[in-house]
């Protein structure tokens, strides 16, 4: 091994292990591969950047605009009455036609595209018949991964081995020399599926009316239904004349306001700068329990002892401004004021942010970079702070920035603890008072004894001295949250939702959703959409608390609340693949036959050797826009860039691995282990590492590293390599173990209410039969050829 081996292997090492951990983006990770590459010297500047100049990146982007034209020409909509009109109403039938024709599509369509686009319809079908949809969605994810076994454009594995191919001087694969054995397998895998595979699918009755998918039976399954009650706003009520953001009805324990009844006059979802009028009658959805623990805290009596209090910790307090640094992961993350003390033993008095100083509602803030933070702790603080990364800058904070720039002296008061109050026994974390009124319990004075800075699960006893940080009249809020009249269900509540002013819908997020990542409160769904999330359907359970700092993740599905009107928007925005509509949206179908025929245009000028695939590819895809199926805008957007340049990125590794003799030092190891067993165990071998490595590596990355250690081990073992690469591209396509395998799986996931076991359970046989099909059908359609 010499050093520009060790250097490659390096490398190479670094960024599997930024694959598998995922700290960074996949995209991201292939690009500082291409760096790393070329600021080495290990290739030149122009092979450093020919990924995005290569013909199977090119094809690839090409692809997904032809893909979203036969999309939004209505090919789903026409497909999926076929499937309702051949198979009925049985499960099998379903199963066997759903992946067949996703299979189909998927031949000559990204299979990722295929899957989105047939999930609305496969989730109506479902509907429609009452089969479950976990007994069908699997099912359509592993018929587009199948389908993409079959033709050079069905998956960009293939697309990247035959490249590689031809970059190694070999005769590269055509259009449908992978149809021989990816039809077999695939024909194979749906049999299985339909037979074997669907009894080892989540079982659910098929007639339980959590599955359908209708309004009601949608809160039913989501749990609304018991999380739903209505309070009353009393005549003499403090929170007369308050907004509802003041009255912290929403924040207090996570809850939310879906109708507002004032004199005969019904308000959905209303605003939060919405004034409350005595006798006003709320709907709410959350949890009461939270809510009653919340108000409990009413009991507390305003003391007089602030000052003394203060003194006695003036020994003991340090107060420190740090200033948020640039790379810090607090930034863009809402200030969770107990994570934060439990973080870094310090409260957050107040935010500072140019000449703003915010002392109110912390805890609706997004933090930002370059945010300066007032904490309170011990008297080590700004030791202990010292080596943080988080911040980058620490000092003291003098008394001229306490009283001329925070003027704390305003925030400060003491709250007894009545000895009979409810209270005994309540901690602050477990009530969210803290995030809700911004409220920090500096101290507690008990039996003489005072207690600095108190640990979030301190509990509290009745005659409790309180020393808190916020607003006394917070205190009034709480008084008036007391005074609610609640009633566990309200008259008005079925009408609400079986008439037009209030409706569910359940989403997922699309495959090029840029919200996937940012939390719920970030998105803000209220504001942008006039909407409400009320649960998140993840891992076969639903989620119903504490939704604001949750990411939201591809495969979730999401289920909200809105007027009717406002939720039909939702369709239309390209986010979201909505899975329940509002109403039947027809889909104009009059240019279907237009796109159908670009496609087959594509396929023939192909196929009698007229244009190469990228080029047809690219001339396809400008007639898609030219013909209007769809527009520049909607092309851009169809195209996953993050794909994109995480091929071009790791393109540039396979050329040096190959120059470097990487690739022929790995293909030694291998040779070692399986070669004297012969070529088709080192087949063999190359297609379970395969296999096995689509479970932690994306799958174009990974055919970008296997290709030359494939090319490598054929050429010694004095073979022709299209067998062996054959091979690598089917176990890369046939991605089915884990929903991480394949955007397809993940996509599936929440719809379908599957866990990380279901996949296991069904794609570990599936991969092994697939294996076994590929490794028959192999030596008769590609039977080994000594190198002449």
Not at 300 to 325: D, F, H, M, N
Request: charged share 15%; net charge negative.
């Amino acid at each position: 091994m010499n050093f520009e081996i060790a250097l490659v292997l390096i490398i190479l090492g670094v960024s599997l292990v930024l694959f598998i951990s995922e700290v960074l983006r996949m995209d991201l990770v292939a690009l500082l591969v291409l760096c790393a590459l070329a600021v080495t010297g290990i290739v030149t500047p122009n092979e450093a950047i020919s990924g995005f100049a290569n013909a199977a990146v090119i094809t690839v982007w090409a692809m997904f605009i032809l893909s979203e034209g036969l999309t939004r020409t209505g090919i789903a909509d026409i497909l999926g009455r076929q499937v309702m009109r051949i198979a009925g109403r049985r499960e099998i039938p379903l199963i066997f036609w759903i992946m067949t024709i996703s299979g189909g599509l998927s031949a000559f369509m990204n299979n990722i595209g295929v899957a989105a686009l047939m999930l609305p319809v496969v989730v109506d079908i479902a509907r429609r018949t009452e089969v479950p949809p976990s007994r069908l969605l699997m099912p359509l994810a592993f018929g587009c991964l199948l389908g993409g076994l079959t033709t050079l454009i069905g998956t960009p594995p293939n697309l990247l081995i035959a490249g590689a191919l031809a970059q190694g001087g070999e005769i590269p694969f055509t259009l449908f020399d992978f149809t021989s054995v990816g039809l077999g397998a695939m024909m194979v895998g749906v049999l299985f599926v339909c037979f074997v595979g669907r009894l080892m699918l989540p079982k659910t009755d098929p007639t339980s009316a959590s599955q359908k998918r209708s309004q009601r039976n949608l809160r039913s399954q989501y749990g609304l239904q018991e999380r739903t009650f209505a309070m009353t706003v009393p005549q003499s009520s403090v929170l007369v004349g308050k907004t509802l953001a003041d009255s912290r009805i929403s924040s207090a324990a996570g809850l939310i306001v879906m109708v507002l009844e004032r004199r005969n006059q019904v308000i959905t979802l209303p605003s939060r700068k919405t004034l409350l009028e005595s006798g006003d009658r709320l709907l709410i959805q959350g949890r009461l329990d939270r809510f009653n623990e919340m108000r409990q805290w009413s009991d507390l009596i305003i003391e007089r002892e602030a000052p003394l209090l203060q003194t006695l910790l003036s020994g003991q307090v340090q107060l420190v401004e740090v200033t948020v640094a640039e790379d810090s992961t607090l930034v863009k993350d809402l200030l969770h004021h107990t994570d934060f003390r439990r973080r870094y033993a310090a409260n957050v008095l107040a935010i500072k942010r140019d000449d703003l100083i915010r002392r109110d509602n912390l805890a609706y803030v997004p933090i930002r970079a370059g945010d300066r933070l007032l904490l309170q702790g011990g008297e080590s603080l700004i030791n202990d702070l010292e080596g943080s990364q988080e911040f980058s800058e620490i000092r003291v904070a003098t008394e001229e920035d306490l009283t001329d720039s925070y003027r704390l002296q305003e925030r400060i008061f003491v709250v007894r603890v009545p000895r009979d109050s409810r209270l005994g026994g309540s901690t602050l974390a477990k009530s969210r008072i803290g995030d809700a009124f911004d409220f920090r319990l500096l101290a507690t004075f008990r039996e003489g004894t005072l207690q600095f800075m108190p640990e979030p699960d301190e509990v509290i006893l009745g005659g409790d001295l309180l020393l808190l940080q916020g607003r006394p009249e917070d205190l009034d809020v709480l008084v008036g949250l007391q005074e609610l009249t609640v009633r566990q269900e309200s008259p008005a509540t079925p009408g609400i939702f079986e008439s037009d002013r209030l409706a569910t819908l359940e989403a997922t997020l699309s495959p090029q959703s840029k919200l996937a990542g940012e939390t719920v409160s970030d998105v803000n769904f209220h504001e942008k959409f006039g909407l409400e999330l009320v649960a998140i359907w993840r891992s076969g359970k639903a989620i119903r608390s504490d939704l604001g700092g949750m990411q939201l993740l591809h495969g979730d599905a999401l289920l909200f609340v809105g007027p009717r009107n406002k939720l039909t928007l939702l369709s239309d925005d390209a986010d979201f693949l909505v899975l329940t509509p509002i109403s039947v949206q027809t889909t104009d179908t009059r240019r279907a036959p237009l796109a159908s025929l670009i496609m087959f245009g594509v396929i023939i000028s192909v196929l009698i050797g007229w244009l190469p695939i990228s080029v047809a590819a690219i001339f396809g895809a400008a007639l898609m826009v030219l013909t209007g199926c769809l527009n520049m805008e909607q092309a851009y957007r169809a195209i996953d860039w993050r794909a994109v340049f995480l091929i071009a990125g790791m393109l540039p590794l396979g050329i040096a691995m190959q120059e470097t003799g990487t690739a022929e030092f790995l293909a030694t190891k291998v040779m070692a282990s399986l070669g004297n067993f012969g070529p088709w165990p080192v087949i063999m071998g190359l297609y379970a590492i395969t296999a096995l490595a689509t479970m932690i590596i994306p799958t174009a990355a990974l055919v970008v590293l296997m290709s030359p250690i494939v090319l490598s081990a054929c050429a010694e073992m004095g073979i022709m390599p299209q067998t062996a690469m054959m091979a690598v591209a089917m176990a890369a396509s046939a991605s089915f173990t884990s929903p991480i395998s394949h955007p397809a799986n993940i996509l599936v996931m929440g719809p379908g209410g599957y866990r990380f076991s279901d996949y296991i359970k069904i794609g570990v046989p599936l991969t092994l039969v697939i294996f076994v099909v590929v490794m028959l059908l192999l030596p008769i359609f590609w039977p080994l050829t000594p190198v002449p």
